[in-house]
């Protein structure tokens, strides 16, 4: 705001000269002489910069303030300590997922993992919040099968990014932190489509009835199919809350 109030009292002090001058100094009023010729000569430009002053210099000293405020960015260590927590709950959460689904799949097939993996996801994502009780994990997509899993504006917008990324065969940053001050940060990791995704998030033609059947009965809005190996699957999002 100093910058804001310092030019509005500069503006303030031309009109007063203008209005008398009786008192001021002899070099005040040649200053004054100089100020109000230059406000005869041009009085109309002269008011309409006084006019965008005062218009824009609440804003720009609102912006200067919250620039200068320490708690406007995060600290280099808070985004370390988001780095690390993210990439430790994500793999976490990574490993105990793959190693269900991979069981489930083994000992009942696709119809069994699915209700396993419909049962098991959200307790997971609470179970690796125990174990870091500063992250919060979930998953999200742009295609999703749970309308729980649909992407904030944020997320979606990364996704894109991401996807676009991928088309253009650059390979994608191993995650993305976005920074919400004071104390606060979310990452976010990109998940790949592996072979054994395909199973229930292929090409549908190719699964069997009773995956068909109950993908249709529990998930009748599912848009999470059709996905090929190496696709944008989805991400990890997780809230790191900082000290
Ligand atoms: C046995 C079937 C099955 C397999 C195999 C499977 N998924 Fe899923 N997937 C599901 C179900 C069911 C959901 C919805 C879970 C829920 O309700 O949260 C889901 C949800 C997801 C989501 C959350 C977004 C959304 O669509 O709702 C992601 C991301 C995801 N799966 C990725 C994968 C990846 C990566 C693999 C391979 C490593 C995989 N899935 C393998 C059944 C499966």
Redesign the pocket.
């Known amino acids: 705001m100093a910058d804001g109030s310092g030019i509005m009292s500069d503006a303030g002090s031309d009109v007063e000269f203008a209005e008398g001058h009786a008192l001021g100094t002899r070099q005040d009023s040649k200053r004054m002489r100089q100020k109000i010729s230059t406000t005869m000569t041009h009085p109309r430009p002269y008011l309409l910069v006084a006019l965008l002053f005062s218009c824009l210099l609440p804003s720009i000293g609102c912006q200067s303030e919250k620039s200068s405020a320490a708690t406007d960015i995060l600290t280099p260590q808070q985004l370390e300590t988001a780095e690390r927590i993210g990439s430790e709950a994500t793999q976490n959460l990574e490993e105990s ?2 190693k269900q ?1 991979k069981a ?2 083994q000992s009942g097939g ?9 049962q098991v ?2 307790p997971l994502t609470a179970q690796t919040s125990d174990s870091l009780p500063q992250a919060t994990v979930t ?3 742009l ?7 649909a992407p904030s504006e944020e997320a979606r917008a990364i996704l894109s990014e991401w996807e676009t990324l991928l088309a253009n065969g650059t390979e994608l940053p191993p995650s993305k932190i976005i920074s919400k001050p004071p104390n606060q940060a979310i990452y976010y990791k990109p ?4 072979p ?6 292929g090409d549908p033609s190719v699964f069997s009835p009773e ?1 068909t059947e109950s ?1 249709t009965k ?2 009748p809005a ?3 199919t059709n996905f090929a190996e190496g696709d944008l ?4 999002r997780v809230v790191v809350e900082l000290d």
């Open positions: 997922l793959g689904l489930a799949l696709p119809e069994k993992a699915l209700h396993v993996c419909q996801a959200q998953r999200t997509a295609r999703y099968r749970n309308e729980a899993n998940i790949l489509t592996k054994i995704c395909l199973t229930c998030h995956l993908l529990l998930y599912d848009t999470a699957r989805g991400a990890f």
